[in-house]
């Protein structure tokens, strides 16, 4: 009995422990999400600052060539093959910036595949510790009834050996 206790005890424990490791999961994964939130802000913050800077360059260029007519076509030249730099560095970044984007969605389906995976793992241990301990009260039942049946075996052997005894001494 005091195994079974202890048993049961432990079970407790032990799902206690599965509801703390759940919760310490779902926290990570918020914090996940936060982050790539964050992330993703920082990376469209500094776009938006790289597309000032290209426009304060632009601008520039366009002073330059406007007060230095004799070398406009030069100016213009750098000022296109600059700009064609810049924008095709615009470009790789955006598309590694889309590619990360897409690979931090397919990693989120992932988790919250592996989430829900999770989740039903638990409901299916918690079912199997409801019959378990179901099955333990029954296993229990039947062990105090055992005992009872015992007992009145022996109290009645011991009853019809008083009667032969008392039978006897007669």
């Known amino acids: ?25 779902e926290n990570i994964l918020l914090l996940s999400t936060k982050n790539r939130e964050k992330r993703k802000d920082d990376i469209k913050i500094k776009l938006e600052e790289l597309k000032k ?8 260029c366009e002073v330059i060539l406007n007060e230095t007519e004799d070398s406009k076509l030069h100016l213009e030249n750098i000022y296109v093959k600059e700009l064609n730099i810049r924008n ?12 990360i984007e897409n690979d931090i969605d397919e990693l989120t389906i992932k988790k919250n595949e592996l989430y829900k995976e ?10 199997k510790n409801k019959e378990l301990s179901e ?12 005992n009872d049946t015992e007992h009145n075996y022996l109290n009645k052997l011991s009853n019809t050996n008083k009667s032969k005894h008392m039978n006897q001494e007669r």
């Open 88 to 99: 095709d560095h615009i470009k790789k970044a955006q598309e590694n910036i889309n590619k």
């Open 118 to 127: 999770y989740q039903i793992i638990c409901k299916e241990i918690n079912m």
């Open 53 to 60: 800077i290209m426009n304060v360059c632009k601008k520039d």
């Open 1 to 25: 009995m005091i195994e079974i206790n202890k048993i049961q005890q432990i079970k407790i424990l032990a799902s206690s422990k599965l509801l703390e490791l759940h919760k310490t999961i």
């Open 135 to 146: 099955q333990m009260s029954i296993l229990s039942l039947y062990k105090k009834e055992l």
